[in-house]
């Protein structure tokens, strides 16, 4: 409602008010003269009281509505808290995302920046939470004249809180020992129609909050405990059991699945791996296994031979976190490997010399029949810097990882239904 709006009818209203008022003192004072006329003293009493309430009570008419439109205006504090906690933990994430950069790319200079993210994320996390602790101790605000607003949201009371939590081995063990796992899909998209062409799934912890552990730290919990085996093969029954659902349906959409390097160096897990897609030869094209560029350089033999062995049976595989702008797509092509990804910045306009090898390596690709993704796209001017000839996306500007909607059942997959569409 704009200013000159609310100043109108801030007129209208006390003009309203006054004109009430003159009249309610009339007719109390014609009363009171009809009183002593009557010779009555007690009517004549009773009409100037009521002269004076009724007076009284209209003079506040102009303060009531002006009152009202400044509630209407004014959206109140729990507002503006939400709000900033909303911005507050989108920074959270992004300099989390910071932080997972420069633990991989090593180096002093890293290792000074490193620290100061760190330090700002404290700072930043303590802020969050006293504002989470403010929001938590007041009421919820009633909305303003709803028919004016429509009609109220209605807010859950026991949503997933959005912030996660630090992991701790005992937290970890809590939940692993409770089933407390959810499994997630992000969709990789075609940047010029958004249309879905794969998934990416990933299994995550669930903290007492209702939502995943931050990610940093349970990594590090699931390091020391030696999990990531145990997790990978969930992962792996869970992909295969969405890619059977999304077959049934008719769906072309692929499951990518990233394991960790510990599981490509366990023979159990590789004998595993093998098993279980060896028997369902009828997901090969639907199920992907994903390694990252460094993990694939120093994995085992064995690793190599059941990738090898797969790929004679249909199965093709991601290569994950590209970062050599040498690397020979056709090569990877024969190895069986038909996608590749990188981080947005990989793709990102640099220098002329840069973007044209960018540009001869994307062009490799599609020559050989590789799909090149740019992943951790969260706004649309990331797009737009990207060199040309990047063809498909992932990351929160298309939709977030996706819970899958019901638990995945071990005699049937009738039942499986994802959000992520």
Not at 183 to 204: C, D, G, H, K, W
Not at 273 to 286: F, H, I, K, V, W
Request: hydrophobic residues 40%; glycine residues 6%.
């Amino acid at each position: 409602m704009s200013s000159k709006t609310d100043v109108s009818m801030n007129m209208r209203g006390r003009g309203w008010a006054k004109k009430a008022a003159y009249i309610c003192l009339i007719a109390a004072i014609g009363g009171a003269a009809y009183g002593l006329y009557a010779f009555s003293v007690f009517k004549a009493t009773e009409a100037m009281l009521a002269a004076a309430i009724l007076f009284v009570a209209a003079s506040q008419i102009p303060g009531w509505i002006g009152g009202s439109e400044r509630k209407l205006r004014n959206p109140g504090e729990l507002s503006d808290l939400i709000k900033a906690n909303a911005a507050l933990s989108r920074k959270i994430q992004i300099l989390h995302r910071r932080l997972d950069e420069l633990s991989e790319e090593g180096g002093p200079e890293s290792a000074e920046e490193y620290d100061r993210v760190v330090q700002k994320v404290g700072v930043m996390e303590q802020k969050f939470q006293e504002m989470e602790e403010r929001v938590a101790t007041m009421p919820p605000r009633k909305p303003a004249i709803s028919n004016l607003m429509g009609a109220p949201r209605q807010v859950s009371s026991g949503p997933p809180s959005k912030f996660p939590m630090t992991a701790t081995p005992g937290l970890v063990d809590d939940a692993l020992g409770s089933g407390a796992l959810g499994f997630f899909l992000q969709p990789v998209v075609t940047i010029a129609t958004r249309r879905t062409m794969a998934y990416e799934a990933t299994l995550q912890l669930i903290g007492p909050n209702g939502s995943p552990f931050d990610e940093r730290s349970v990594k590090e919990v699931i390091r020391r405990e030696n999990l990531e085996i145990h997790l990978d093969r969930m992962l792996l029954d869970k992909t295969v059991r969405v890619a059977t659902h999304f077959r049934n349906r008719g769906r072309n959409a692929a499951v990518i699945c990233r394991f960790n390097e510990r599981s490509y160096f366990d023979e159990d897990f590789l004998f595993y791996l093998a098993e279980t897609l060896t028997s369902r030869r009828d997901l090969a094209g639907a199920v992907h296994p994903a390694i990252s560029q460094n993990d694939l350089a120093v994995v085992s033999t064995a690793a190599l031979e059941t990738l090898a062995n797969l790929n004679d049976l249909g199965f093709s595989f991601v290569m994950d976190r590209l970062r050599d702008l040498d690397a020979k797509p056709e090569i990877l092509r024969r190895a069986g490997f038909t996608m590749i990804r990188a981080q947005s910045y990989f793709f990102s306009r640099t220098d002329p010399q840069r973007d044209t090898e960018c540009m001869a390596l994307l062009a490799s690709c599609r020559q050989a029949g590789v799909q090149a993704i740019a992943t951790d796209l969260a706004i649309e001017a990331e797009i737009s810097n990207l060199v040309t000839g990047v063809e498909f996306g992932q990351g929160e500007l298309f939709s977030t990882p996706r819970r899958v909607r019901a638990e995945l059942s071990d005699d049937s997959t009738s039942n499986i239904t994802a959000q992520a569409s």
